[in-house]
């Protein structure tokens, strides 16, 4: 499995357009949104959070998903004739997706630390960079679980709708708690709510990143439950194959 990880982590490293649009993507959108927000009394560390778990979660549901075009072409027939186990091959993509989805992070945090002046502690910035990151496991299985289902020809279709749905009724760009109470009620059903949470924890907790714990534990457990319908989805499409 090390092999075949240092293989998948080359090759999209060498996606140079992909790792820009990853980052640009959501630096572009702070900078959009941070002065708007900052002028209508959200602090830039919250404003910050919530584009950070966006950038992450997006780069790791691309890069789950993109086993959909995978499984189009056959390579993951291919893979399964050599000694590489379904087991390694899934964490080495879930691996490479989290690869991808820290510069993001890291991305939106340093801009909005030289353009918006957020000062955090130390534990502030764990949360904010570290956090988050830790917090996209559930997203990059579940772009693993959307390429498990999804074609090459749909895939776009999939990915754009579970983007938008995680974004914005999940609360990343728009306060829950301004929601009509149905949605605000289906907002805390979705992962991207708990892992905004991490991401405005920092904000919400005057800069220490003391709280987020109770999104910590809902995330793992999404987490767990992702992983294992991965898992039987991949045994699944195996023995159809």
Do not use: C
């Not at 630390?113 to 910035?125: E, N, Y």
């Not at 983007?163 to 009724?169: A, P, Y």
């Not at 609360?171 to 991401?199: D, H, R």
Request: no cysteine; net charge positive.
């Amino acid at each position: 499995m090390t092999g075949y990880l240092t293989f998948e982590i080359r090759r999209t490293l060498r996606d140079a357009k992909f790792l820009l649009f990853a980052v640009a993507l959501p630096v572009g959108l702070y900078l959009l949104m941070a002065d708007r927000f900052i002028d209508q009394g959200a602090p830039a560390s919250y404003v910050m959070g919530g584009v950070a778990a966006f950038g992450a979660m997006k780069a790791a549901l691309d890069v789950g998903a993109r086993t959909a075009v995978e499984r189009g072409v056959g390579w993951q027939r291919q893979l399964r004739l050599t000694p590489l186990s379904g087991s390694g091959y899934l964490l080495a993509k879930a691996s490479v997706a989290m690869v991808v989805a820290l510069p993001p992070v890291a991305g939106v945090s340093l801009v909005a630390a030289l353009v918006s002046g957020v000062h955090l502690s130390p534990g502030g910035w764990a949360v904010a960079v570290l956090g988050v990151w830790a917090g996209t496991v559930p997203f990059a299985l579940l772009g693993l679980l959307i390429g498990q289902f999804a074609t090459a020809q749909n895939l776009q279709a999939y990915q754009g709708a579970v983007v938008l749905l995680l974004s914005f009724i999940g609360g990343l760009f728009i306060p829950v708690s301004t929601f009509p109470q149905a949605l605000a009620t289906v907002a805390k059903v979705l992962p991207s709510y708990w892992l905004a949470q991490v991401g405005h924890a920092t904000a919400l907790a005057g800069g220490s990143g003391d709280d987020g714990w109770q999104a910590a534990l809902v995330l793992a457990l999404y987490a767990l439950v992702l992983g294992a319908a991965v898992v039987v989805r991949y045994r699944r499409d195996t023995a159809r194959a």
